[in-house]
């Protein structure tokens, strides 16, 4: 697969708006966009330092997969993105080298971003993710 750069950083967080302010007021970022992606129980907040974002998702529902996430680790580091040339060939690659996936065929991700996870157990515990600008 061919990496263009890190993407985002996706960080779990319990409350978006708390979360939003410190970034905001501390870091002195500023929010460009707050979005729901229905398909993964998530508020997202974006903010951009440099080529690569801030992702801050917050889950809309205890079952889905952050709030799950933040039930049994508590809020904190999520995963890492990062910005691949081909996603459909980025994921055919990494299974052919014996890596698990969580999505064999990309998604529909934030920001149109078509997008697809690697299992952590392949990834040395780092919920890795793929994707793809397509609009680009
Ligand atoms: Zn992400």
Same mark, same amino acid.
């Given at each position: 697969m061919e990496v263009t750069h890190i993407e985002h950083i996706g960080i779990a967080v319990e409350n978006l708006e708390q979360?939003?302010?410190?970034y905001? %007021?501390?870091m002195g970022l500023k929010c460009y966009?707050?979005?729901e992606v229905q398909d993964q129980k998530v508020r997202t907040a974006f903010f951009k330092v440099g080529d690569t974002k801030i992702e801050l998702?917050?889950?809309?529902?205890?079952?889905?997969?952050?709030g799950k996430f933040v039930e049994k680790k508590g809020q904190g580091m999520h995963h890492i993105a990062f910005a691949v040339k081909n996603?459909?060939?980025s994921l055919k %690659?990494?299974?052919e080298k014996g890596v698990k996936l969580i999505d064999t065929t990309p998604r529909n991700g934030a920001e149109g971003l078509s997008i697809g996870f690697l299992h952590p157990k392949s990834t040395n515990g780092v919920l890795t993710e793929l994707c793809e600008d397509k609009n680009k």
């Amino acid at each position: 697969m061919e990496v263009t750069h890190i993407e985002h950083i996706g960080i779990a967080v319990e409350n978006l708006e708390q979360s939003i302010a410190f970034y905001e %007021n501390v870091m002195g970022l500023k929010c460009y966009g707050i979005e729901e992606v229905q398909d993964q129980k998530v508020r997202t907040a974006f903010f951009k330092v440099g080529d690569t974002k801030i992702e801050l998702l917050e889950s809309t529902s205890p079952d889905g997969p952050i709030g799950k996430f933040v039930e049994k680790k508590g809020q904190g580091m999520h995963h890492i993105a990062f910005a691949v040339k081909n996603i459909e060939d980025s994921l055919k %690659n990494a299974e052919e080298k014996g890596v698990k996936l969580i999505d064999t065929t990309p998604r529909n991700g934030a920001e149109g971003l078509s997008i697809g996870f690697l299992h952590p157990k392949s990834t040395n515990g780092v919920l890795t993710e793929l994707c793809e600008d397509k609009n680009k």
